[in-house]
């Protein structure tokens, strides 16, 4: 069986609107494809840019330029290493931060 990602975001999961906010997805190495999933399996971005950083590991990163509301919400990544596609990564959620009350927090309705 195939190990299960981990997912993880920088500079954190908590965004100001407008920042940008990059999400690391790492599988073992020999990965073809990275998947950044939203809600659904319908809503991804895949990408076949995979490094390999340590001898064990590979990583792929999803980088949003500028986090608006409809960014937050949860993500999880999913690999294929052929000849078959991983289990899915737990879920990582999204927070957006409001830009006039640092409070206000945008999460999925």
Not at 39 to 55: D, F, G, L
Not at 77 to 104: A, H, I, M, N, T
Request: with cysteine.
């Amino acid at each position: 069986d195939l190990p299960r990602p981990s997912i993880s975001a920088e500079p954190g999961t908590v965004i100001p609107l407008g920042s940008h906010v990059t999400f690391v997805c790492r599988g073992p190495v020999g990965v073809q494809a990275f998947r950044l999933e939203r809600e659904s399996r319908s809503m991804y971005n895949e990408t076949e840019e995979v490094s390999q950083v340590s001898p064990f590991e590979s990583e792929a990163r999803f980088r949003i330029d500028s986090v608006r509301e409809g960014n937050a919400g949860p993500y999880r990544c999913v690999y294929y290493k052929p000849p078959k596609w991983s289990e899915q990564s737990d879920f990582l959620e999204l927070l957006v931060k409001g830009p006039r009350s640092p409070d206000v927090l945008w999460t999925p309705q």
